[in-house]
């Protein structure tokens, strides 16, 4: 009996240069986000971008919907460099995106990369023109696009043309079939016009984004296996809080298994006035669970259950988990490697000593009517026992002095 222990080799795709960063041909999956400010609030959008990007977010969207906000952009950019912030930054447009960058050139140095909406360009005669003046201000900015379909912006013309097709069909389809394709074809189709036009293959990122769980995996997998295009991956409209984390876990993470995806975005609808870095937290979780990427160390928690009635263990895993989230700017140039770390805080002894072991740093905490002693476990061996009001702070300055001694 064999079993399934990794994911599928990666997806062969071309390489994409995003300024500094490479999306696809096997580099590392990219996470990205997107800020909500408006882009012509220059303060709001240098802080949200800088936030983001200490976050973790290796590349960031700004909306460029007007003329305020196309004249912000290299404002914005040569204030985050100032700042010390030199994240790529990628410029989203929709219907005057080939009036906008062709008035303000400066806009179309400062961007890394402009995302293009084939559904959005504009509509009959004019759709060809604004998408071609697109393209040819790529290429002599000498930036990559991101032809990123959206299932709720699809071109009418090309879903009515795949309809009527089906309808006339001996074997019509289901239209959530038609669909799929039609969103499939849009984006292969206008990133076959933009390589005619002079675009390299390897100035193309594609996405083609819906809302549903089971439409993301079937599209992108079909999509992938058309085509070598570097595939950004996202579920649009994913929802709030837990909803949208496990929509859009479940369905990347189906996608990524199967060696898709260079690019990724959770695009979580943040509470009001809640943080919009959960994005790229939750982003970098998904892929550091799924072993494709090492972002910050994981605190293993046990869920708690009966042995243990107190919240001491869920306290000092919190705080634990809280420590290493504030200091990692720090560690990660300090301490290379420090992101692999395992740490686990478990509530009883029944099952912790196991599970400590595991980890390269582990406590096991007493259950209810255990002796009042904490058992550490430093690389599989036990290194000690803690006792007293001073477990908490104790172990702190264990896991401070493993990371000093392993990776300092
Ligand atoms: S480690 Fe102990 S307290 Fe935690 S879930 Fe397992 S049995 Fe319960």
Redesign the pocket.
């Known amino acids: 009996m064999s079993f399934l222990t990794a994911p599928l080799p990666r997806r062969i795709t071309k390489a994409v240069k995003v300024g500094s960063v490479t999306v696809g041909g096997g580099a590392p999956i990219v996470v990205q986000s997107m800020t909500n400010t408006d882009t012509a609030d220059i303060d709001g959008t240098v802080a949200q971008v800088a936030a983001l990007h200490k976050a973790g977010s290796e590349l960031v969207r700004i909306t460029v919907d007007r003329d305020e906000a196309a004249k912000a952009v290299p404002r914005i950019k040569e204030r985050l460099l100032r700042l010390g912030v030199d994240v790529p930054l990628v410029g989203d447009f929709h219907y005057i995106g080939h009036k906008l960058l062709g008035e303000n050139p400066d806009c179309a140095a400062a961007l890394d990369k402009y995302r293009i909406n084939p559904g959005n360009v504009g509509f009959k005669a004019r759709r060809d023109k604004q998408f071609s003046t697109l393209i040819e201000l790529a290429i002599q900015h000498d930036k990559p696009v991101r032809i990123g379909v959206n299932w709720g912006s699809l071109d009418e013309e090309l879903l009515t043309r795949l309809m009527d097709e089906n309808s006339a069909s001996d074997a019509p389809r289901s239209a959530q079939m038609v669909m799929h394709e039609a969103i499939i074809q849009s984006a292969l189709l206008s990133a076959a016009r933009a390589e005619e036009l002079g675009l390299g293959a390897d100035k193309i990122i594609l996405s083609a984004k819906v809302s549903q769980v089971q439409d993301l995996i079937a599209v992108n997998t079909e999509l992938a296996s058309r085509s070598d295009y570097a595939l950004h991956l996202g579920l649009t409209e994913a929802g709030m809080g837990t909803k949208g984390i496990v929509a859009s876990s479940a369905a990347m993470g189906m996608v990524l298994q199967q060696g898709i995806g260079d690019t990724i975005r959770v695009s979580l609808t943040p509470e009001p006035n809640g943080d919009r870095t959960r994005e790229v937290q939750v982003a970098q979780e998904l892929l550091q669970s799924m072993g494709f990427r090492s972002f910050i160390p994981i605190v293993a928690a046990?869920?708690?259950?009966g042995?243990?009635t107190s919240t001491v263990f869920q306290e000092l895993a919190q705080d634990i988990q809280n420590d290493i989230r504030t200091n990692m700017p720090i560690w990660r140039e300090k301490y290379p490697g420090v992101e692999a770390l395992n740490v686990a805080v478990?509530?009883?002894i029944?099952?912790?000593p196991g599970e400590s072991k595991h980890a390269d740093i582990g406590i096991s905490l007493p259950?209810t009517g255990e002796t009042p002693a904490a058992p550490v476990f430093i690389d599989g061996e036990k290194a000690g026992t803690l006792r007293g009001e001073t477990i908490a702070a104790d172990f702190h300055t264990m896991v401070r002095d493993y990371i000093e001694k392993r990776f300092g």
């Open positions: 046990c869920p708690g259950c042995r243990t478990m509530g009883c029944v099952n912790g259950g």
